[in-house]
């Protein structure tokens, strides 16, 4: 289970909330609301005060890699830091089921990262995080520039990941994507979180 409790910074009010393992709470509110401030902060990735447990363990008490590996964000918009796609990927045999579960060919590997569609782009940075089997996925908008297919493909990935234990913070303008997915839902406006029932 992800617990979060007084967590707060500069955009965020102090909010506490928990997410037990295997299930999706959805985030939502206006754009500029701070919903990827609040997924960012969790991950220890911007500045911020408060306490975030996954289990028993604190996140002051591991090393920011190994919360980052177990506790993963994927932006909107990832990072790619070299030109080929196989080069994110340690272990691309890993990776290919995954791929071929979100509707990309297994081939994608060999493509240079500046062929890719923005939905490519989103799939590959989950493929990139599931391969780490993280046990909280931090979602920012992950459906974001997918077609109702490539939607369908991710939810159905999504489901089979809280399925296996994962708890998932989804992030989504989509009300319908909430309700398919989520049994809570956090309402974030100018920075303040509160709970909300599910659309």
Request: proline share 8%.
């Amino acid at each position: 289970m992800l617990a979060v409790s007084g967590l707060e910074n500069s955009v965020l009010k102090p909010v506490g909330f928990a997410v037990p393992a295997g299930t999706c709470v959805a985030v939502r509110g206006p754009s500029g609301s701070g919903k990827s401030v609040l997924l960012r902060a969790i991950a220890d990735l911007d500045p911020n005060r408060g306490e975030v447990r996954l289990g028993d363990r604190a996140r002051s008490a591991m090393p920011a890699p190994e919360w980052r590996r177990r506790v993963t964000y994927v932006a909107a918009e990832s990072g790619w830091w070299a030109d080929g796609v196989g080069a994110h990927f340690a272990d691309p045999a890993r990776a290919a089921p995954l791929m071929e579960a979100l509707g990309l060919p297994r081939d994608a590997m060999d493509w240079p990262v500046a062929r890719l569609s923005t939905g490519e782009r989103q799939r590959l940075a989950l493929v990139r995080a599931l391969v780490q089997g993280p046990d909280v996925l931090l979602l920012d908008e992950p459906s974001g520039a997918l077609d109702a297919d490539a939607t369908a493909r991710l939810e159905a990935q999504l489901r089979r990941e809280m399925a296996r234990g994962a708890a998932i913070l989804l992030a989504t303008h989509d009300p319908a994507q909430a309700d398919r997915l989520a049994t809570r839902t956090l309402w974030v406006e100018k920075g303040v979180v509160r709970e909300a029932p599910c659309p």
